[in-house]
């Protein structure tokens, strides 16, 4: 019995590595600037951790195999260099790794979150509420304007409690149910929750960003690639949570022009 | 020489004179450890039929579950289950399992019935108290499953019940009144029933040892227990007012995790100078340590039951002890890798980083030093041993997840996903629920005088371990996929591709949980009809193998015990023929063959 024990654990071990080594199942391919980081990252974290947990494995297994069912008349043996020895490969391994994929992955970190934003900038407000997310654009003059929370209605569809009739810098902000960006332009999203805690969540763009109600935060991105992307709700939200979800648009600078100004022109 | 402490002398109680003082009120440990090993297994049972619910679910989301209509006319019209019904499950599933099945059964449970016996004592200090720590645990229980009975039935915010979607009432959803505040209630109660046994637990290894039972002739498992009561005192502690504030927030007014200005269904809500990541805060200061207080346990059952198996000590108990030691003690300063993405300062996401990181140094020291003392030993295959054995696999495959969940960088793609979820299933849940059963099929006999069926045992360990890689092991590829968690369906464009991966993994847990009925009958009939125990059907060691099965009220039958040796005499020749020394006997080994392998 434990003989087959071990040649179960080597299966289940060999089987499971198989649809990581094969890709069958991967995320969304990346479309930002900063994504290869975070994808060599995750390689790399693969690839030492699979050899952690295939080595591991192995080595139950083949103790298993060897060790089990002997009688009295086998001497017990001291694992070579005894406890000692394994603390110190246990620090030397598992050390080294983690101080290689600490340091590296970190560097991963801060490029999403500690690289200056850089001039040219734009930027977009992406506001989540019970299940849906809306984002709003600046307008001709560039400037947002205050939100009045005693002023969101779904029912008037004042979705960001604008007031636009006195306030100057709302009369031309752009709310929309979809974001648009332009290719290769780095976008400065603001994020702001009208109830309650929700998430940012594109995994073509290798972004997740927890909205904090009464806490608006920012993060940058370029995306490098045109084309049609999911925006998922990652913090549970209520019974609509699995449904809130948007659409991110990444488009030429034409197009994302023309957009605009059709978007403009439906406010 | 060992130091020697001085023993107990005076008797706590006598014999119980009624049924109701036996059985119910009890204030002798073994019945209530067996009283909340009851509690662990009506609780597991209970979570587990919630999750069969759940993937039956998202495996096939139109399909009608049969007699779930009938159970719940407005949870699933029909049988088909909806979104607010799915979550309200998914949430009663997470918080039955963590604190009163992985909570409960390797500390609580074990903990009670054991650990006075293997320090030799003949009770825990505070008796009383111990009682009112089961049946504060019991009612934090029925609190919690009163919530389906109750108003829109229980909360649907996960375990985790991150504000403000838990503290707003009931306009945040179905479950959001008063199953929240019933929630937060029972959690309360439940740290309160811990806190109460903690008190105990530390006092009975600190003070009433037995005569010779040094900190060094501690069993793992004693070991494991203290280290827990500790984390317990300083994790429960943190929980209980964090339940206290969010029912505060609910019933009178306050806004302890509420902000000003958020707009709920259209309405202002009333509350203002709150904040939502004090919650988290809170939160996860209790709730990493707690992945430990469910994990160490399990584990002191491990290397307990390994070295009877193995027939011979570890190579280095001292270091297994300063492992868990350095477990309990970083788990405090690693909570925030569960907050990466909050919105918490990015600086403190990288600084939370590196102790989630070097945490799993003594994670991997226990692993090799348990790998390390198969190598050469006398290995006997038994229920308990498999059981501990794929504890060891469980462990290193949920301990090698842990790697990308440490690094803020890749919790960008992973946080909230199935990779979470499969690792600590992996690494919490399914491992700590493997000690459990080796822990259970190793002290049935001593718990209950009868010996469970042995090939009904290794049964259930072949089709639960296959199983269990079956269920979870895909839950990682999902979340490498970025397939979101807590979704009652999956209707993104990327996701529909991943359903029959789901639907595999329902499959292997229909089956799964199938086996967990061979367990339970194997449990019962055994308890009735199984053969008659004797003292040490294992020939193991400590001191709970000295008395008789199951052990009279005080534990020795007037017997002091006296400590001669450490723990784990194995692997030595006896002039009896033996090859282990018990604890309590001056007998002496007369052979070295110990002496150099340990």
């Known amino acids: 019995m434990a003989k087959l024990l071990a040649v179960t654990i080597l299966v289940i071990a060999a089987v499971s590595a198989i649809p990581i080594e094969e890709h069958i199942w991967t995320a969304p391919a990346d479309i930002s600037t900063h994504g290869p980081l975070i994808d060599s990252q995750m390689s790399d974290t693969m690839g030492e951790t699979g050899l952690c947990f295939l080595a591991g494995q192995f080595v139950l297994a083949l103790f298993i195999w060897m060790y089990s069912g002997r009688g009295r008349e086998h001497r017990i043996g001291r694992f070579p260099g005894g406890a000692t020895g394994l603390v110190i490969a246990a620090f030397l391994i598992v050390g080294t790794e983690v101080i290689a994929l600490g340091v590296l992955g970190s560097k991963a970190w801060a490029q999403v979150y500690f690289a200056p934003l850089k001039p040219g900038a734009m930027t977009v407000e992406a506001q989540a509420g019970q299940f849906a997310f809306y984002f709003r654009y600046p307008g001709p003059d560039g400037k947002f304007g205050p939100i009045h929370p005693e002023m969101i209605s779904d029912a008037t569809e004042n979705f960001y409690g604008l007031d636009t009739q006195n306030d100057p810098a709302s009369k031309d902000d752009i709310v929309t149910a979809e974001m648009a960006i332009p290719v290769d332009r780095e976008i400065q999203l603001w994020m702001h929750s009208k109830d309650l805690g929700h998430s940012f969540y594109v995994p073509a763009l290798r972004i997740q960003q927890d909205f904090v109600p009464g806490l608006d935060l920012s993060i940058h991105f370029t995306a490098n690639k045109i084309g049609k992307y999911e925006i998922l709700c990652t913090q549970l939200c209520g019974l609509g949570h699995y449904n809130m979800k948007a659409y991110l648009e990444v488009m030429s600078r034409q197009d994302f022009d023309a957009w605009l100004k059709q978007q403009a022109a439906l406010q | ?598």
């Open chain 2, 1 to 598: 020489m060992h130091d020697v402490r001085a023993t107990q002398e005076v008797k706590h109680h006598g014999p119980p004179a009624s049924f109701i003082r036996k059985y119910i009120f009890s204030i002798d440990h073994k019945v209530i450890g067996r009283q909340y090993y009851g509690l662990g297994l009506l609780a597991v049972f209970v979570g587990m039929g919630l999750s069969w619910l759940m993937r039956l679910h998202l495996g096939w989301t139109s399909l009608a579950i049969p007699g779930l209509g009938w159970l719940n006319p407005v949870g699933a019209p029909g049988g088909l289950m909806t979104p607010e019904y799915y979550l309200q499950l998914m949430t009663m599933h997470g918080t039955i399992m963590v604190f009163f099945v992985l909570t409960v059964a390797p500390f609580a449970a074990f903990g009670n019935f054991f650990l006075p016996i293997q320090v030799g004592a003949e009770d825990m200090p505070f008796p009383h108290i111990n009682m009112m720590s089961f049946w504060v645990t019991f009612a934090a229980f029925a609190v919690l499953i009163s919530s389906f009975f109750f108003g829109d039935g229980p909360s649907l915010a996960g375990w985790t019940a991150y504000a403000p979607l838990t503290a707003v009432g009931s306009i945040a959803g179905p479950g959001q009144g008063l199953g929240q505040v019933l929630w937060a209630f029972s959690i309360a109660l439940f740290c309160v029933g811990q806190l109460l046994g903690s008190l105990n637990f530390i006092p009975t290894t600190l003070d009433l040892r037995a005569k010779g039972m040094t900190f060094s002739r501690m069993p793992q498992t004693v070991w494991a227990w203290f280290i827990t009561s500790c984390m317990g005192l300083t994790a429960f502690s943190v929980l209980m007012p964090a339940c206290i504030l969010l029912i505060m927030d609910h019933l009178i007014g306050t806004s302890f995790f509420v902000p000003s200005n958020l707009v709920v269904s259209d309405q202002l809500q009333p509350h203002s100078g709150g904040s939502t990541l004090l919650w988290q805060h809170l939160f996860w200061f209790f709730g990493h340590p707690e992945v430990y207080i469910a994990i160490v346990p399990a584990m002191g059952i491990v290397s307990h039951v390994l070295i009877t198996s193995l027939r011979r000590p570890l190579l280095s108990w001292k270091t297994i002890v300063a492992s868990m030691v350095s477990l309990a003690f970083l788990s405090y300063m690693v909570y925030g890798h569960h907050m990466f993405v909050s919105g918490m300062n990015p600086v403190s996401s990288l600084v939370f980083s590196f102790p989630t990181l070097i945490i799993t140094i003594p994670s991997t020291i226990i692993v090799l030093i348990w790998l390390g003392s198969i190598y050469q030993s006398r290995l006997r295959i038994n229920s308990a041993s498999l059981f501990a054995l794929g504890f060891i696999s469980m462990f290193i495959t949920g301990g090698v997840s842990g790697f990308f969940l440490a690094q803020p960088s890749l919790d960008i793609m992973l946080h909230a996903t199935y990779f979470v979820v499969g690792h600590f299933h992996f690494v919490m849940a399914v491992a700590a629920i493997f000690g459990i059963f080796s822990g259970t099929y190793f002290w049935f006999p001593k718990m209950f005088g009868r010996m469970m069926n042995e090939p009904l045992g290794k049964l259930h360990f072949w089709l639960t371990f296959v199983g269990v890689y079956g269920i979870f092991m895909p839950f990682h590829y999902l979340g490498l996929a970025a397939n979101v968690r807590r979704y009652q369906a999956f209707v993104d464009d990327y996701t529909t591709r991943l359903v029959p991966v789901h639907q595999f993994s329902t499959i292997f847990a229909l089956f799964t949980g199938a086996a967990q009925l061979i367990f339970l009958y194997n449990l019962i009939h055994s308890r009735f009809w199984g053969k008659l125990a004797t003292d040490n059907p294992w020939e193991s060691t400590s001191l709970e193998w000295t008395t008789t099965s199951p052990p009279p009220y005080d534990n020795f039958g007037g017997r002091h015990p006296i400590i001669y040796h450490d723990p784990y005499q194995f692997g030595v020749q006896t002039a009896s023929g033996t090859d282990y020394i018990m604890q309590d006997s001056p007998e002496e080994s007369v052979s070295e063959e110990t002496r150099s392998s340990s």
